[in-house]
């Protein structure tokens, strides 16, 4: 089981580097392959193309690991146009001897404003890994 698990992460990486806009220092830079193969196992989120949606997991792992308190780190995907902002929502915890926090997502297309709520934790190498991504349910 591990070894098949194993393979299957390894073949998963998008290389899509020179679609990055890097003159804007708060839009996030990198997509990471594990968080990509990470959500690949994740339920689709219905009408956000998954493109957005890894840019967005790529700027929560980014705020994350910058660890600052009432911090957000912007995002943009320039070949679709959509944008938002991740926002850490809780302080640290800890889960199965892992640190995890909960943050929430905007997604802005056009006039369309989504709003997500996810959970990421960081593992053994030291990078944040998005766990679950879906819509905000306000309570």
Known sequence: MAAACGIFLA????P???????????VTGSID?????????????????????????QAASDVLTKG?????????NPVTGARGAVTPLTPSFTENGNTCREFLVSHVQGK????????????ASGQWQV??????KRS
């Open 33 to 57: 392959p594990m968080a990509n193969a990470l959500a690949a196992m994740q339920p689709e989120i219905t009408g956000l193309p998954p493109a957005d949606l890894a840019y967005a997991r």
């Open 11 to 14: 073949g998963c990486s998008i």
């Open 16 to 26: 899509i580097g020179t679609l990055f806009n890097k003159h804007d220092p708060d």
């Open 68 to 76: 600052g308190k009432d911090v957000s780190q912007n995002w943009e």
């Open 112 to 123: 369309t404003e989504t709003w997500l709520q996810g959970d990421a934790c960081q593992f």
């Open 131 to 136: 766990r679950s991504m879906k819509p905000w």
